[in-house]
């Protein structure tokens, strides 16, 4: 008996009595998590989102707790403890507020589950689940900062033989975060992103036998004939170089009178091919030479994702509305998953991006003016900052470019950061008018994009939450959630420090889980953007939706 009265007193001195202004914030941004965001989640996404949260909110309030009663202290006022009884009044009363959060999440996510067209999974024994959860999480969390303080601890010992105790304190604890900072920063990041990049090498490099490689003589990186080897294009470069329309296909669908239709070009160099970016590149631009690229009515330079991998729907459309008459290149700059590699393989994407096209540019400068095929670019996600990166601005893009397509660039993409920057007033960021709004469209779905004849498209969905994640919503709120809201955002989302940042990255990590033409998925979008910037003769609407209809079995 008396270890089950232990259990509560124990619960009432370390937690209850070392800060009630903890517990009131933890359950506070316990329903801001809870609070309805861009997509929907699985309770285990959702417990352990909650989890943080209530970590976050019960130490902020314990620091201002600890803050508080040390500034007073200063001044000599010792401040009255909460008792025990008004103590579990006040558990008592955030339980309360707890459950009614629980209650008013579940009617509001609803909405969101209606527009995607699912029906709703987060049952009631599912939030019991996802508290369980958040509260396991709260746990390890609480036991990692106990370490922290421990070791604060231990370090404030030492200083405080030549400093006062205060001030030994808070340099301990500045210099304790900044090495566990710094070591995950070289250590866990860097270190571990090149042990990964090594081992998923090892995966991306096997050729299994239902991939063999192109023919002899086909207008494709990976023959007998290449610079490159089938083995080290990587499973990513393989499945691109084996994909893609033929002649004979692309001539069914050839509006009548049009110029003869050509075999598409396909170049892809993977990452181990060369070790470094300058020698993927030579090897790219002399593939390129080898099938005569640079004969082509157009050249599209597509910067890949953090896999290497390739969207067929971005690829295709032009080479269907060009009759084939145009080569595709792309280089490798990661083995790594997306998600890793959109945290820490920025350099190696914007590099790849800067060599590429510059190299692809210099060649068809050294062509006669009027023999120069036309310089197509584009990018998704990751790959969208890439190419980004080999243009100073806006105007650079459309000066440098005969068309170009942006897919769910992320907020680093600085493009995207111009756009905002210098929009026309009072148009939204989710959607920003450049200009007069001719040269540089933003589509938000696909109608967006009918009656225009842009040279530059930004795909960026309004519940694509890796366009939208970005850390300064930690603090401020976004200029998409205070404007005019897209028919994607559901109404009951707003603004929280913190819990809408963590919303959002836990929303990244679904992104791709949902039916196209939500999220992170875009569908036959990119065909309807190639459209409106080429506008190839013959391609009239009708035409262009049966094309639509063929690419949609593609998928992703």
């Known amino acids: 008996m008396s270890a089950l009265r232990q259990g509560p007193r124990a619960l009432e001195r370390w937690v209850l009595a070392r800060s009630p202004l903890g517990l009131v914030l933890a359950v506070l941004m316990l329903g801001a998590t809870l609070a309805p965001s861009l997509l929907v989640r699985t309770w285990v996404f959702q417990g352990v989102l909650s989890g943080v949260g209530l970590a976050v909110g019960y130490g902020v309030g314990v620091a201002l707790t600890a803050a508080g009663r040390w500034l007073l202290g200063r001044v000599g006022w010792d401040p009255p403890v909460l008792g025990a009884r008004p103590r579990w009044v006040l558990v008592a009363v955030l339980v309360v507020v707890a459950a009614l959060d629980v209650a008013r999440a579940a009617g509001e996510h609803r909405w969101t589950w209606d527009r995607l067209g699912y029906s709703p999974t987060l049952t009631a024994t599912a939030y019991v689940g996802a508290i369980g959860l958040a509260l396991l999480t709260l746990l390890v969390l609480l036991v990692l900062a106990w370490l922290v303080r421990l070791l604060q601890r231990r370090v404030a010992s030492v200083g405080a033989r030549w400093l006062p105790a205060w001030v030994a304190g808070g340099l301990a604890l500045v210099v304790v975060l900044w090495a566990l900072l710094a070591s995950a920063n070289t250590w866990v990041l860097e270190r571990s992103l090149d042990g990964m990049n090594t ?52 001539r069914e669908l050839a509006p009548a009178g049009g110029p003869a239709v050509r075999e598409p070009v396909r170049v892809y160099v993977g990452r181990a091919a060369a070790d470094d970016v300058a020698g993927r590149v030579r090897l790219a631009l002399a593939e390129m030479d080898r099938l005569g690229a640079f004969d082509r009515r157009a050249v599209l330079v597509v910067v890949p994702t953090g896999t290497g991998w390739v969207n067929e729907q971005i690829v295709a459309p032009p080479e269907w509305l060009l009759g084939g008459d145009v080569a ?229």
Do not use: C, K
């Open 199 to 250: 081992a998923f090498a090892a995966e991306d490099l096997e050729v299994r036998a239902s991939t063999p490689g192109p023919a002899p003589d086909a207008l494709r990186s990976g023959t007998p004939d290449s610079l490159v080897t089938w083995p080290e294009i990587g499973h990513e470069g393989r499945r691109f170089l084996t994909a893609g329309p033929t002649a004979e296909e692309i």
């Open 328 to 556: 595709t290149v792309a280089v490798q700059y990661s083995h790594l998953p997306s998600p890793m590699a959109y945290l820490g393989e920025h350099e190696g994407a914007g590099e790849t991006g800067r060599q590429l096209i510059a190299g692809v540019q210099a060649r068809i400068a050294q062509r006669p003016a009027t023999d120069r095929p036309a310089l197509l670019v584009a990018g998704e996600s990751l790959g969208s900052h890439g190419g980004s990166e080999a243009f100073t601005d806006l105007d650079d893009l459309v000066a440098g470019t005969r068309a170009s397509l942006w897919i769910g660039p992320p907020e680093f993409m600085h493009l995207r950061r111009e756009a905002e920057r210098v929009r026309q007033p009072g148009s939204p960021q989710i959607a920003p008018v450049v200009g007069e709004g001719r040269d540089v469209v933003f589509a938000n779905r696909r109608t967006d994009l009918d009656g225009t004849r842009p040279r530059s498209v930004f795909l960026q969905q309004a519940d694509d939450p890796i366009v939208w994640w970005d850390v300064p919503t930690l603090w401020d709120r976004p200029d998409w959630l205070e404007e005019r809201r897209d028919p994607a955002i559901n109404p009951a989302i707003s603004w929280r420090p913190s819990a809408t940042f963590f919303n959002l990255t836990i929303d990244m990590a679904v992104a791709n889980d949902f039916d196209e033409d939500h999220g992170h998925l875009y569908g036959t979008q990119p065909l309807a953007a190639w459209a409106a910037m080429l506008h190839p003769r013959g391609w009239d609407t009708a035409r262009v939706e049966e094309l639509r209809v063929r690419l949609a079995v593609l998928g992703r």
